[in-house]
C-alpha cells in the first residue's frame, strides 16, 4: 500500500523539481535520387530553409511527435528510420532529434505555416541552413543509402525506437 504512494510523491516530485527542456523532432527524407526534402518555413526568418518537424507535445513521443509535424507541414506520412542526429541547441535551447524516413508517395498540401517545399541535391542545398540541419542531412545520406540497399534485401535497419517502421496513423 505504501508503494504506489510513495511512487505517486516521486512522480509528484519529479514533475516539480527537475527542469524540463525543449524538444524538437525534425526528418532527414531523401528520394530515390538522394535529393533531401526541405520546406521553406515562414517563420524561420534567418535561416527559412529547413527539414520538416518541429516542437513535440507535452509527453509525446519523438517518433509520433515527427510523423505528426510531418502530416501537419505537408499532409504526408512516412515510414521512420533510425535517428541520425542528436544535439542540444543553443537558441533557442533545446535537444534536436533528426529521424531518417521514407516518405509515401502521395501530393503534398502544405500548411499555413510552409512558404514552399522541394527536393534539393547535396551539392545545391539552400542557404543558410542551421547547423542542426546540416548535421542531420549529412549523417542521414550515407544512412539512408545503407537503409535503402538493406530494404532490397529485405532486411531492415536496427532502429532503436522500435522493432518495426513506425507509419503515420491516418
Known amino acids: 500500500m505504501q508503494q504506489p504512494m510513495l511512487h505517486r ?7 516539480l523539481l ?4 525543449r524538444i524538437g523532432a525534425s526528418l532527414v527524407a531523401f528520394d530515390e535520387h538522394d535529393r533531401v526534402l526541405m520546406l521553406r518555413h515562414v517563420f524561420h526568418p534567418f535561416a527559412p530553409w529547413g527539414l520538416p518537424g518541429g516542437w513535440l507535445k507535452r509527453s509525446e513521443d519523438p517518433a509520433a511527435g515527427v ?3 510531418l502530416r501537419e507541414e505537408t499532409g504526408l506520412t512516412a515510414v521512420l528510420g533510425p535517428v541520425v542526429c542528436v544535439a542540444h541547441e543553443p537558441s533557442p535551447v533545446h535537444v534536436g ?3 531518417l524516413g521514407r516518405v509515401q508517395p502521395s501530393s503534398m498540401t502544405l500548411s ?3 512558404i514552399e517545399a522541394a527536393w534539393f541535391e547535396m551539392d ?4 543558410p541552413l542551421l547547423p542542426f540541419v546540416q ?3 549529412h549523417a542521414g545520406l550515407s544512412l ?4 535503402r540497399q538493406s530494404a532490397g534485401r529485405q532486411t531492415a535497419v536496427a532502429q532503436p525506437h522500435a522493432a518495426q517502421p513506425i507509419k503515420a496513423e491516418e
Do not use: D, F, H, K
Open 135 to 137: 548535421s542531420a542531412i
Open 18 to 21: 527537475v527542469p524540463r527542456q
Open 97 to 99: 532529434i533528426a529521424y
Open 144 to 147: 539512408n543509402r545503407q537503409w
Open 9 to 15: 510523491l516521486m512522480v509528484l516530485g519529479i514533475n
Open 112 to 114: 499555413l505555416e510552409i
Open 67 to 69: 510523423l505528426r509535424e
Open 124 to 127: 545545391a542545398l539552400p542557404s
